[in-house]
């Protein structure tokens, strides 16, 4: 099994949260799946950290990022899109969009490699030598 790419210590201290039990077991399992699905839609993903193509402060921050909104939907209730008060109406959501660990479009562009080099060209039509 792969070691996760960040750990419960990122989370506390970019959260500025003190965790407590059963909160610490959940948020490990929440990072397993976070690293999981991060190397699912990244390839290379560890080769690039390892090669400094890929800093791991982005990869450690996008992680964090993951767990904090899986946290948040379950302190707020899975499913529940928004509560309002002080007439206490609560909104649900389906919850087709994605799952509860997921990784936005935009953190996805961070993480996926881009290439170095190239620039504009022109291709010339009708085969000119």
Known sequence: MPTPLFELVDVAEIS????AEPEITQINRYITIASARMRAKVSGLDAR????????????GIGVDMVMRALATVRRGIGVKRTEYPEI????????E???IYLTDAEL??????????GAFTIVPGGRP
Request: glycine share 14%.
């Open 109 to 118: 562009a961070e993480l996926l490699d881009t290439p170095d080099e190239g």
């Open 89 to 96: 109406m609560t909104e649900y959501s389906d919850g087709a």
């Open 49 to 60: 950290i390892a090669a400094g193509k890929l800093d791991q402060d982005i990869v450690t």
């Open 16 to 19: 500025g949260e003190v965790f």
């Open 98 to 100: 994605h799952g509860l």
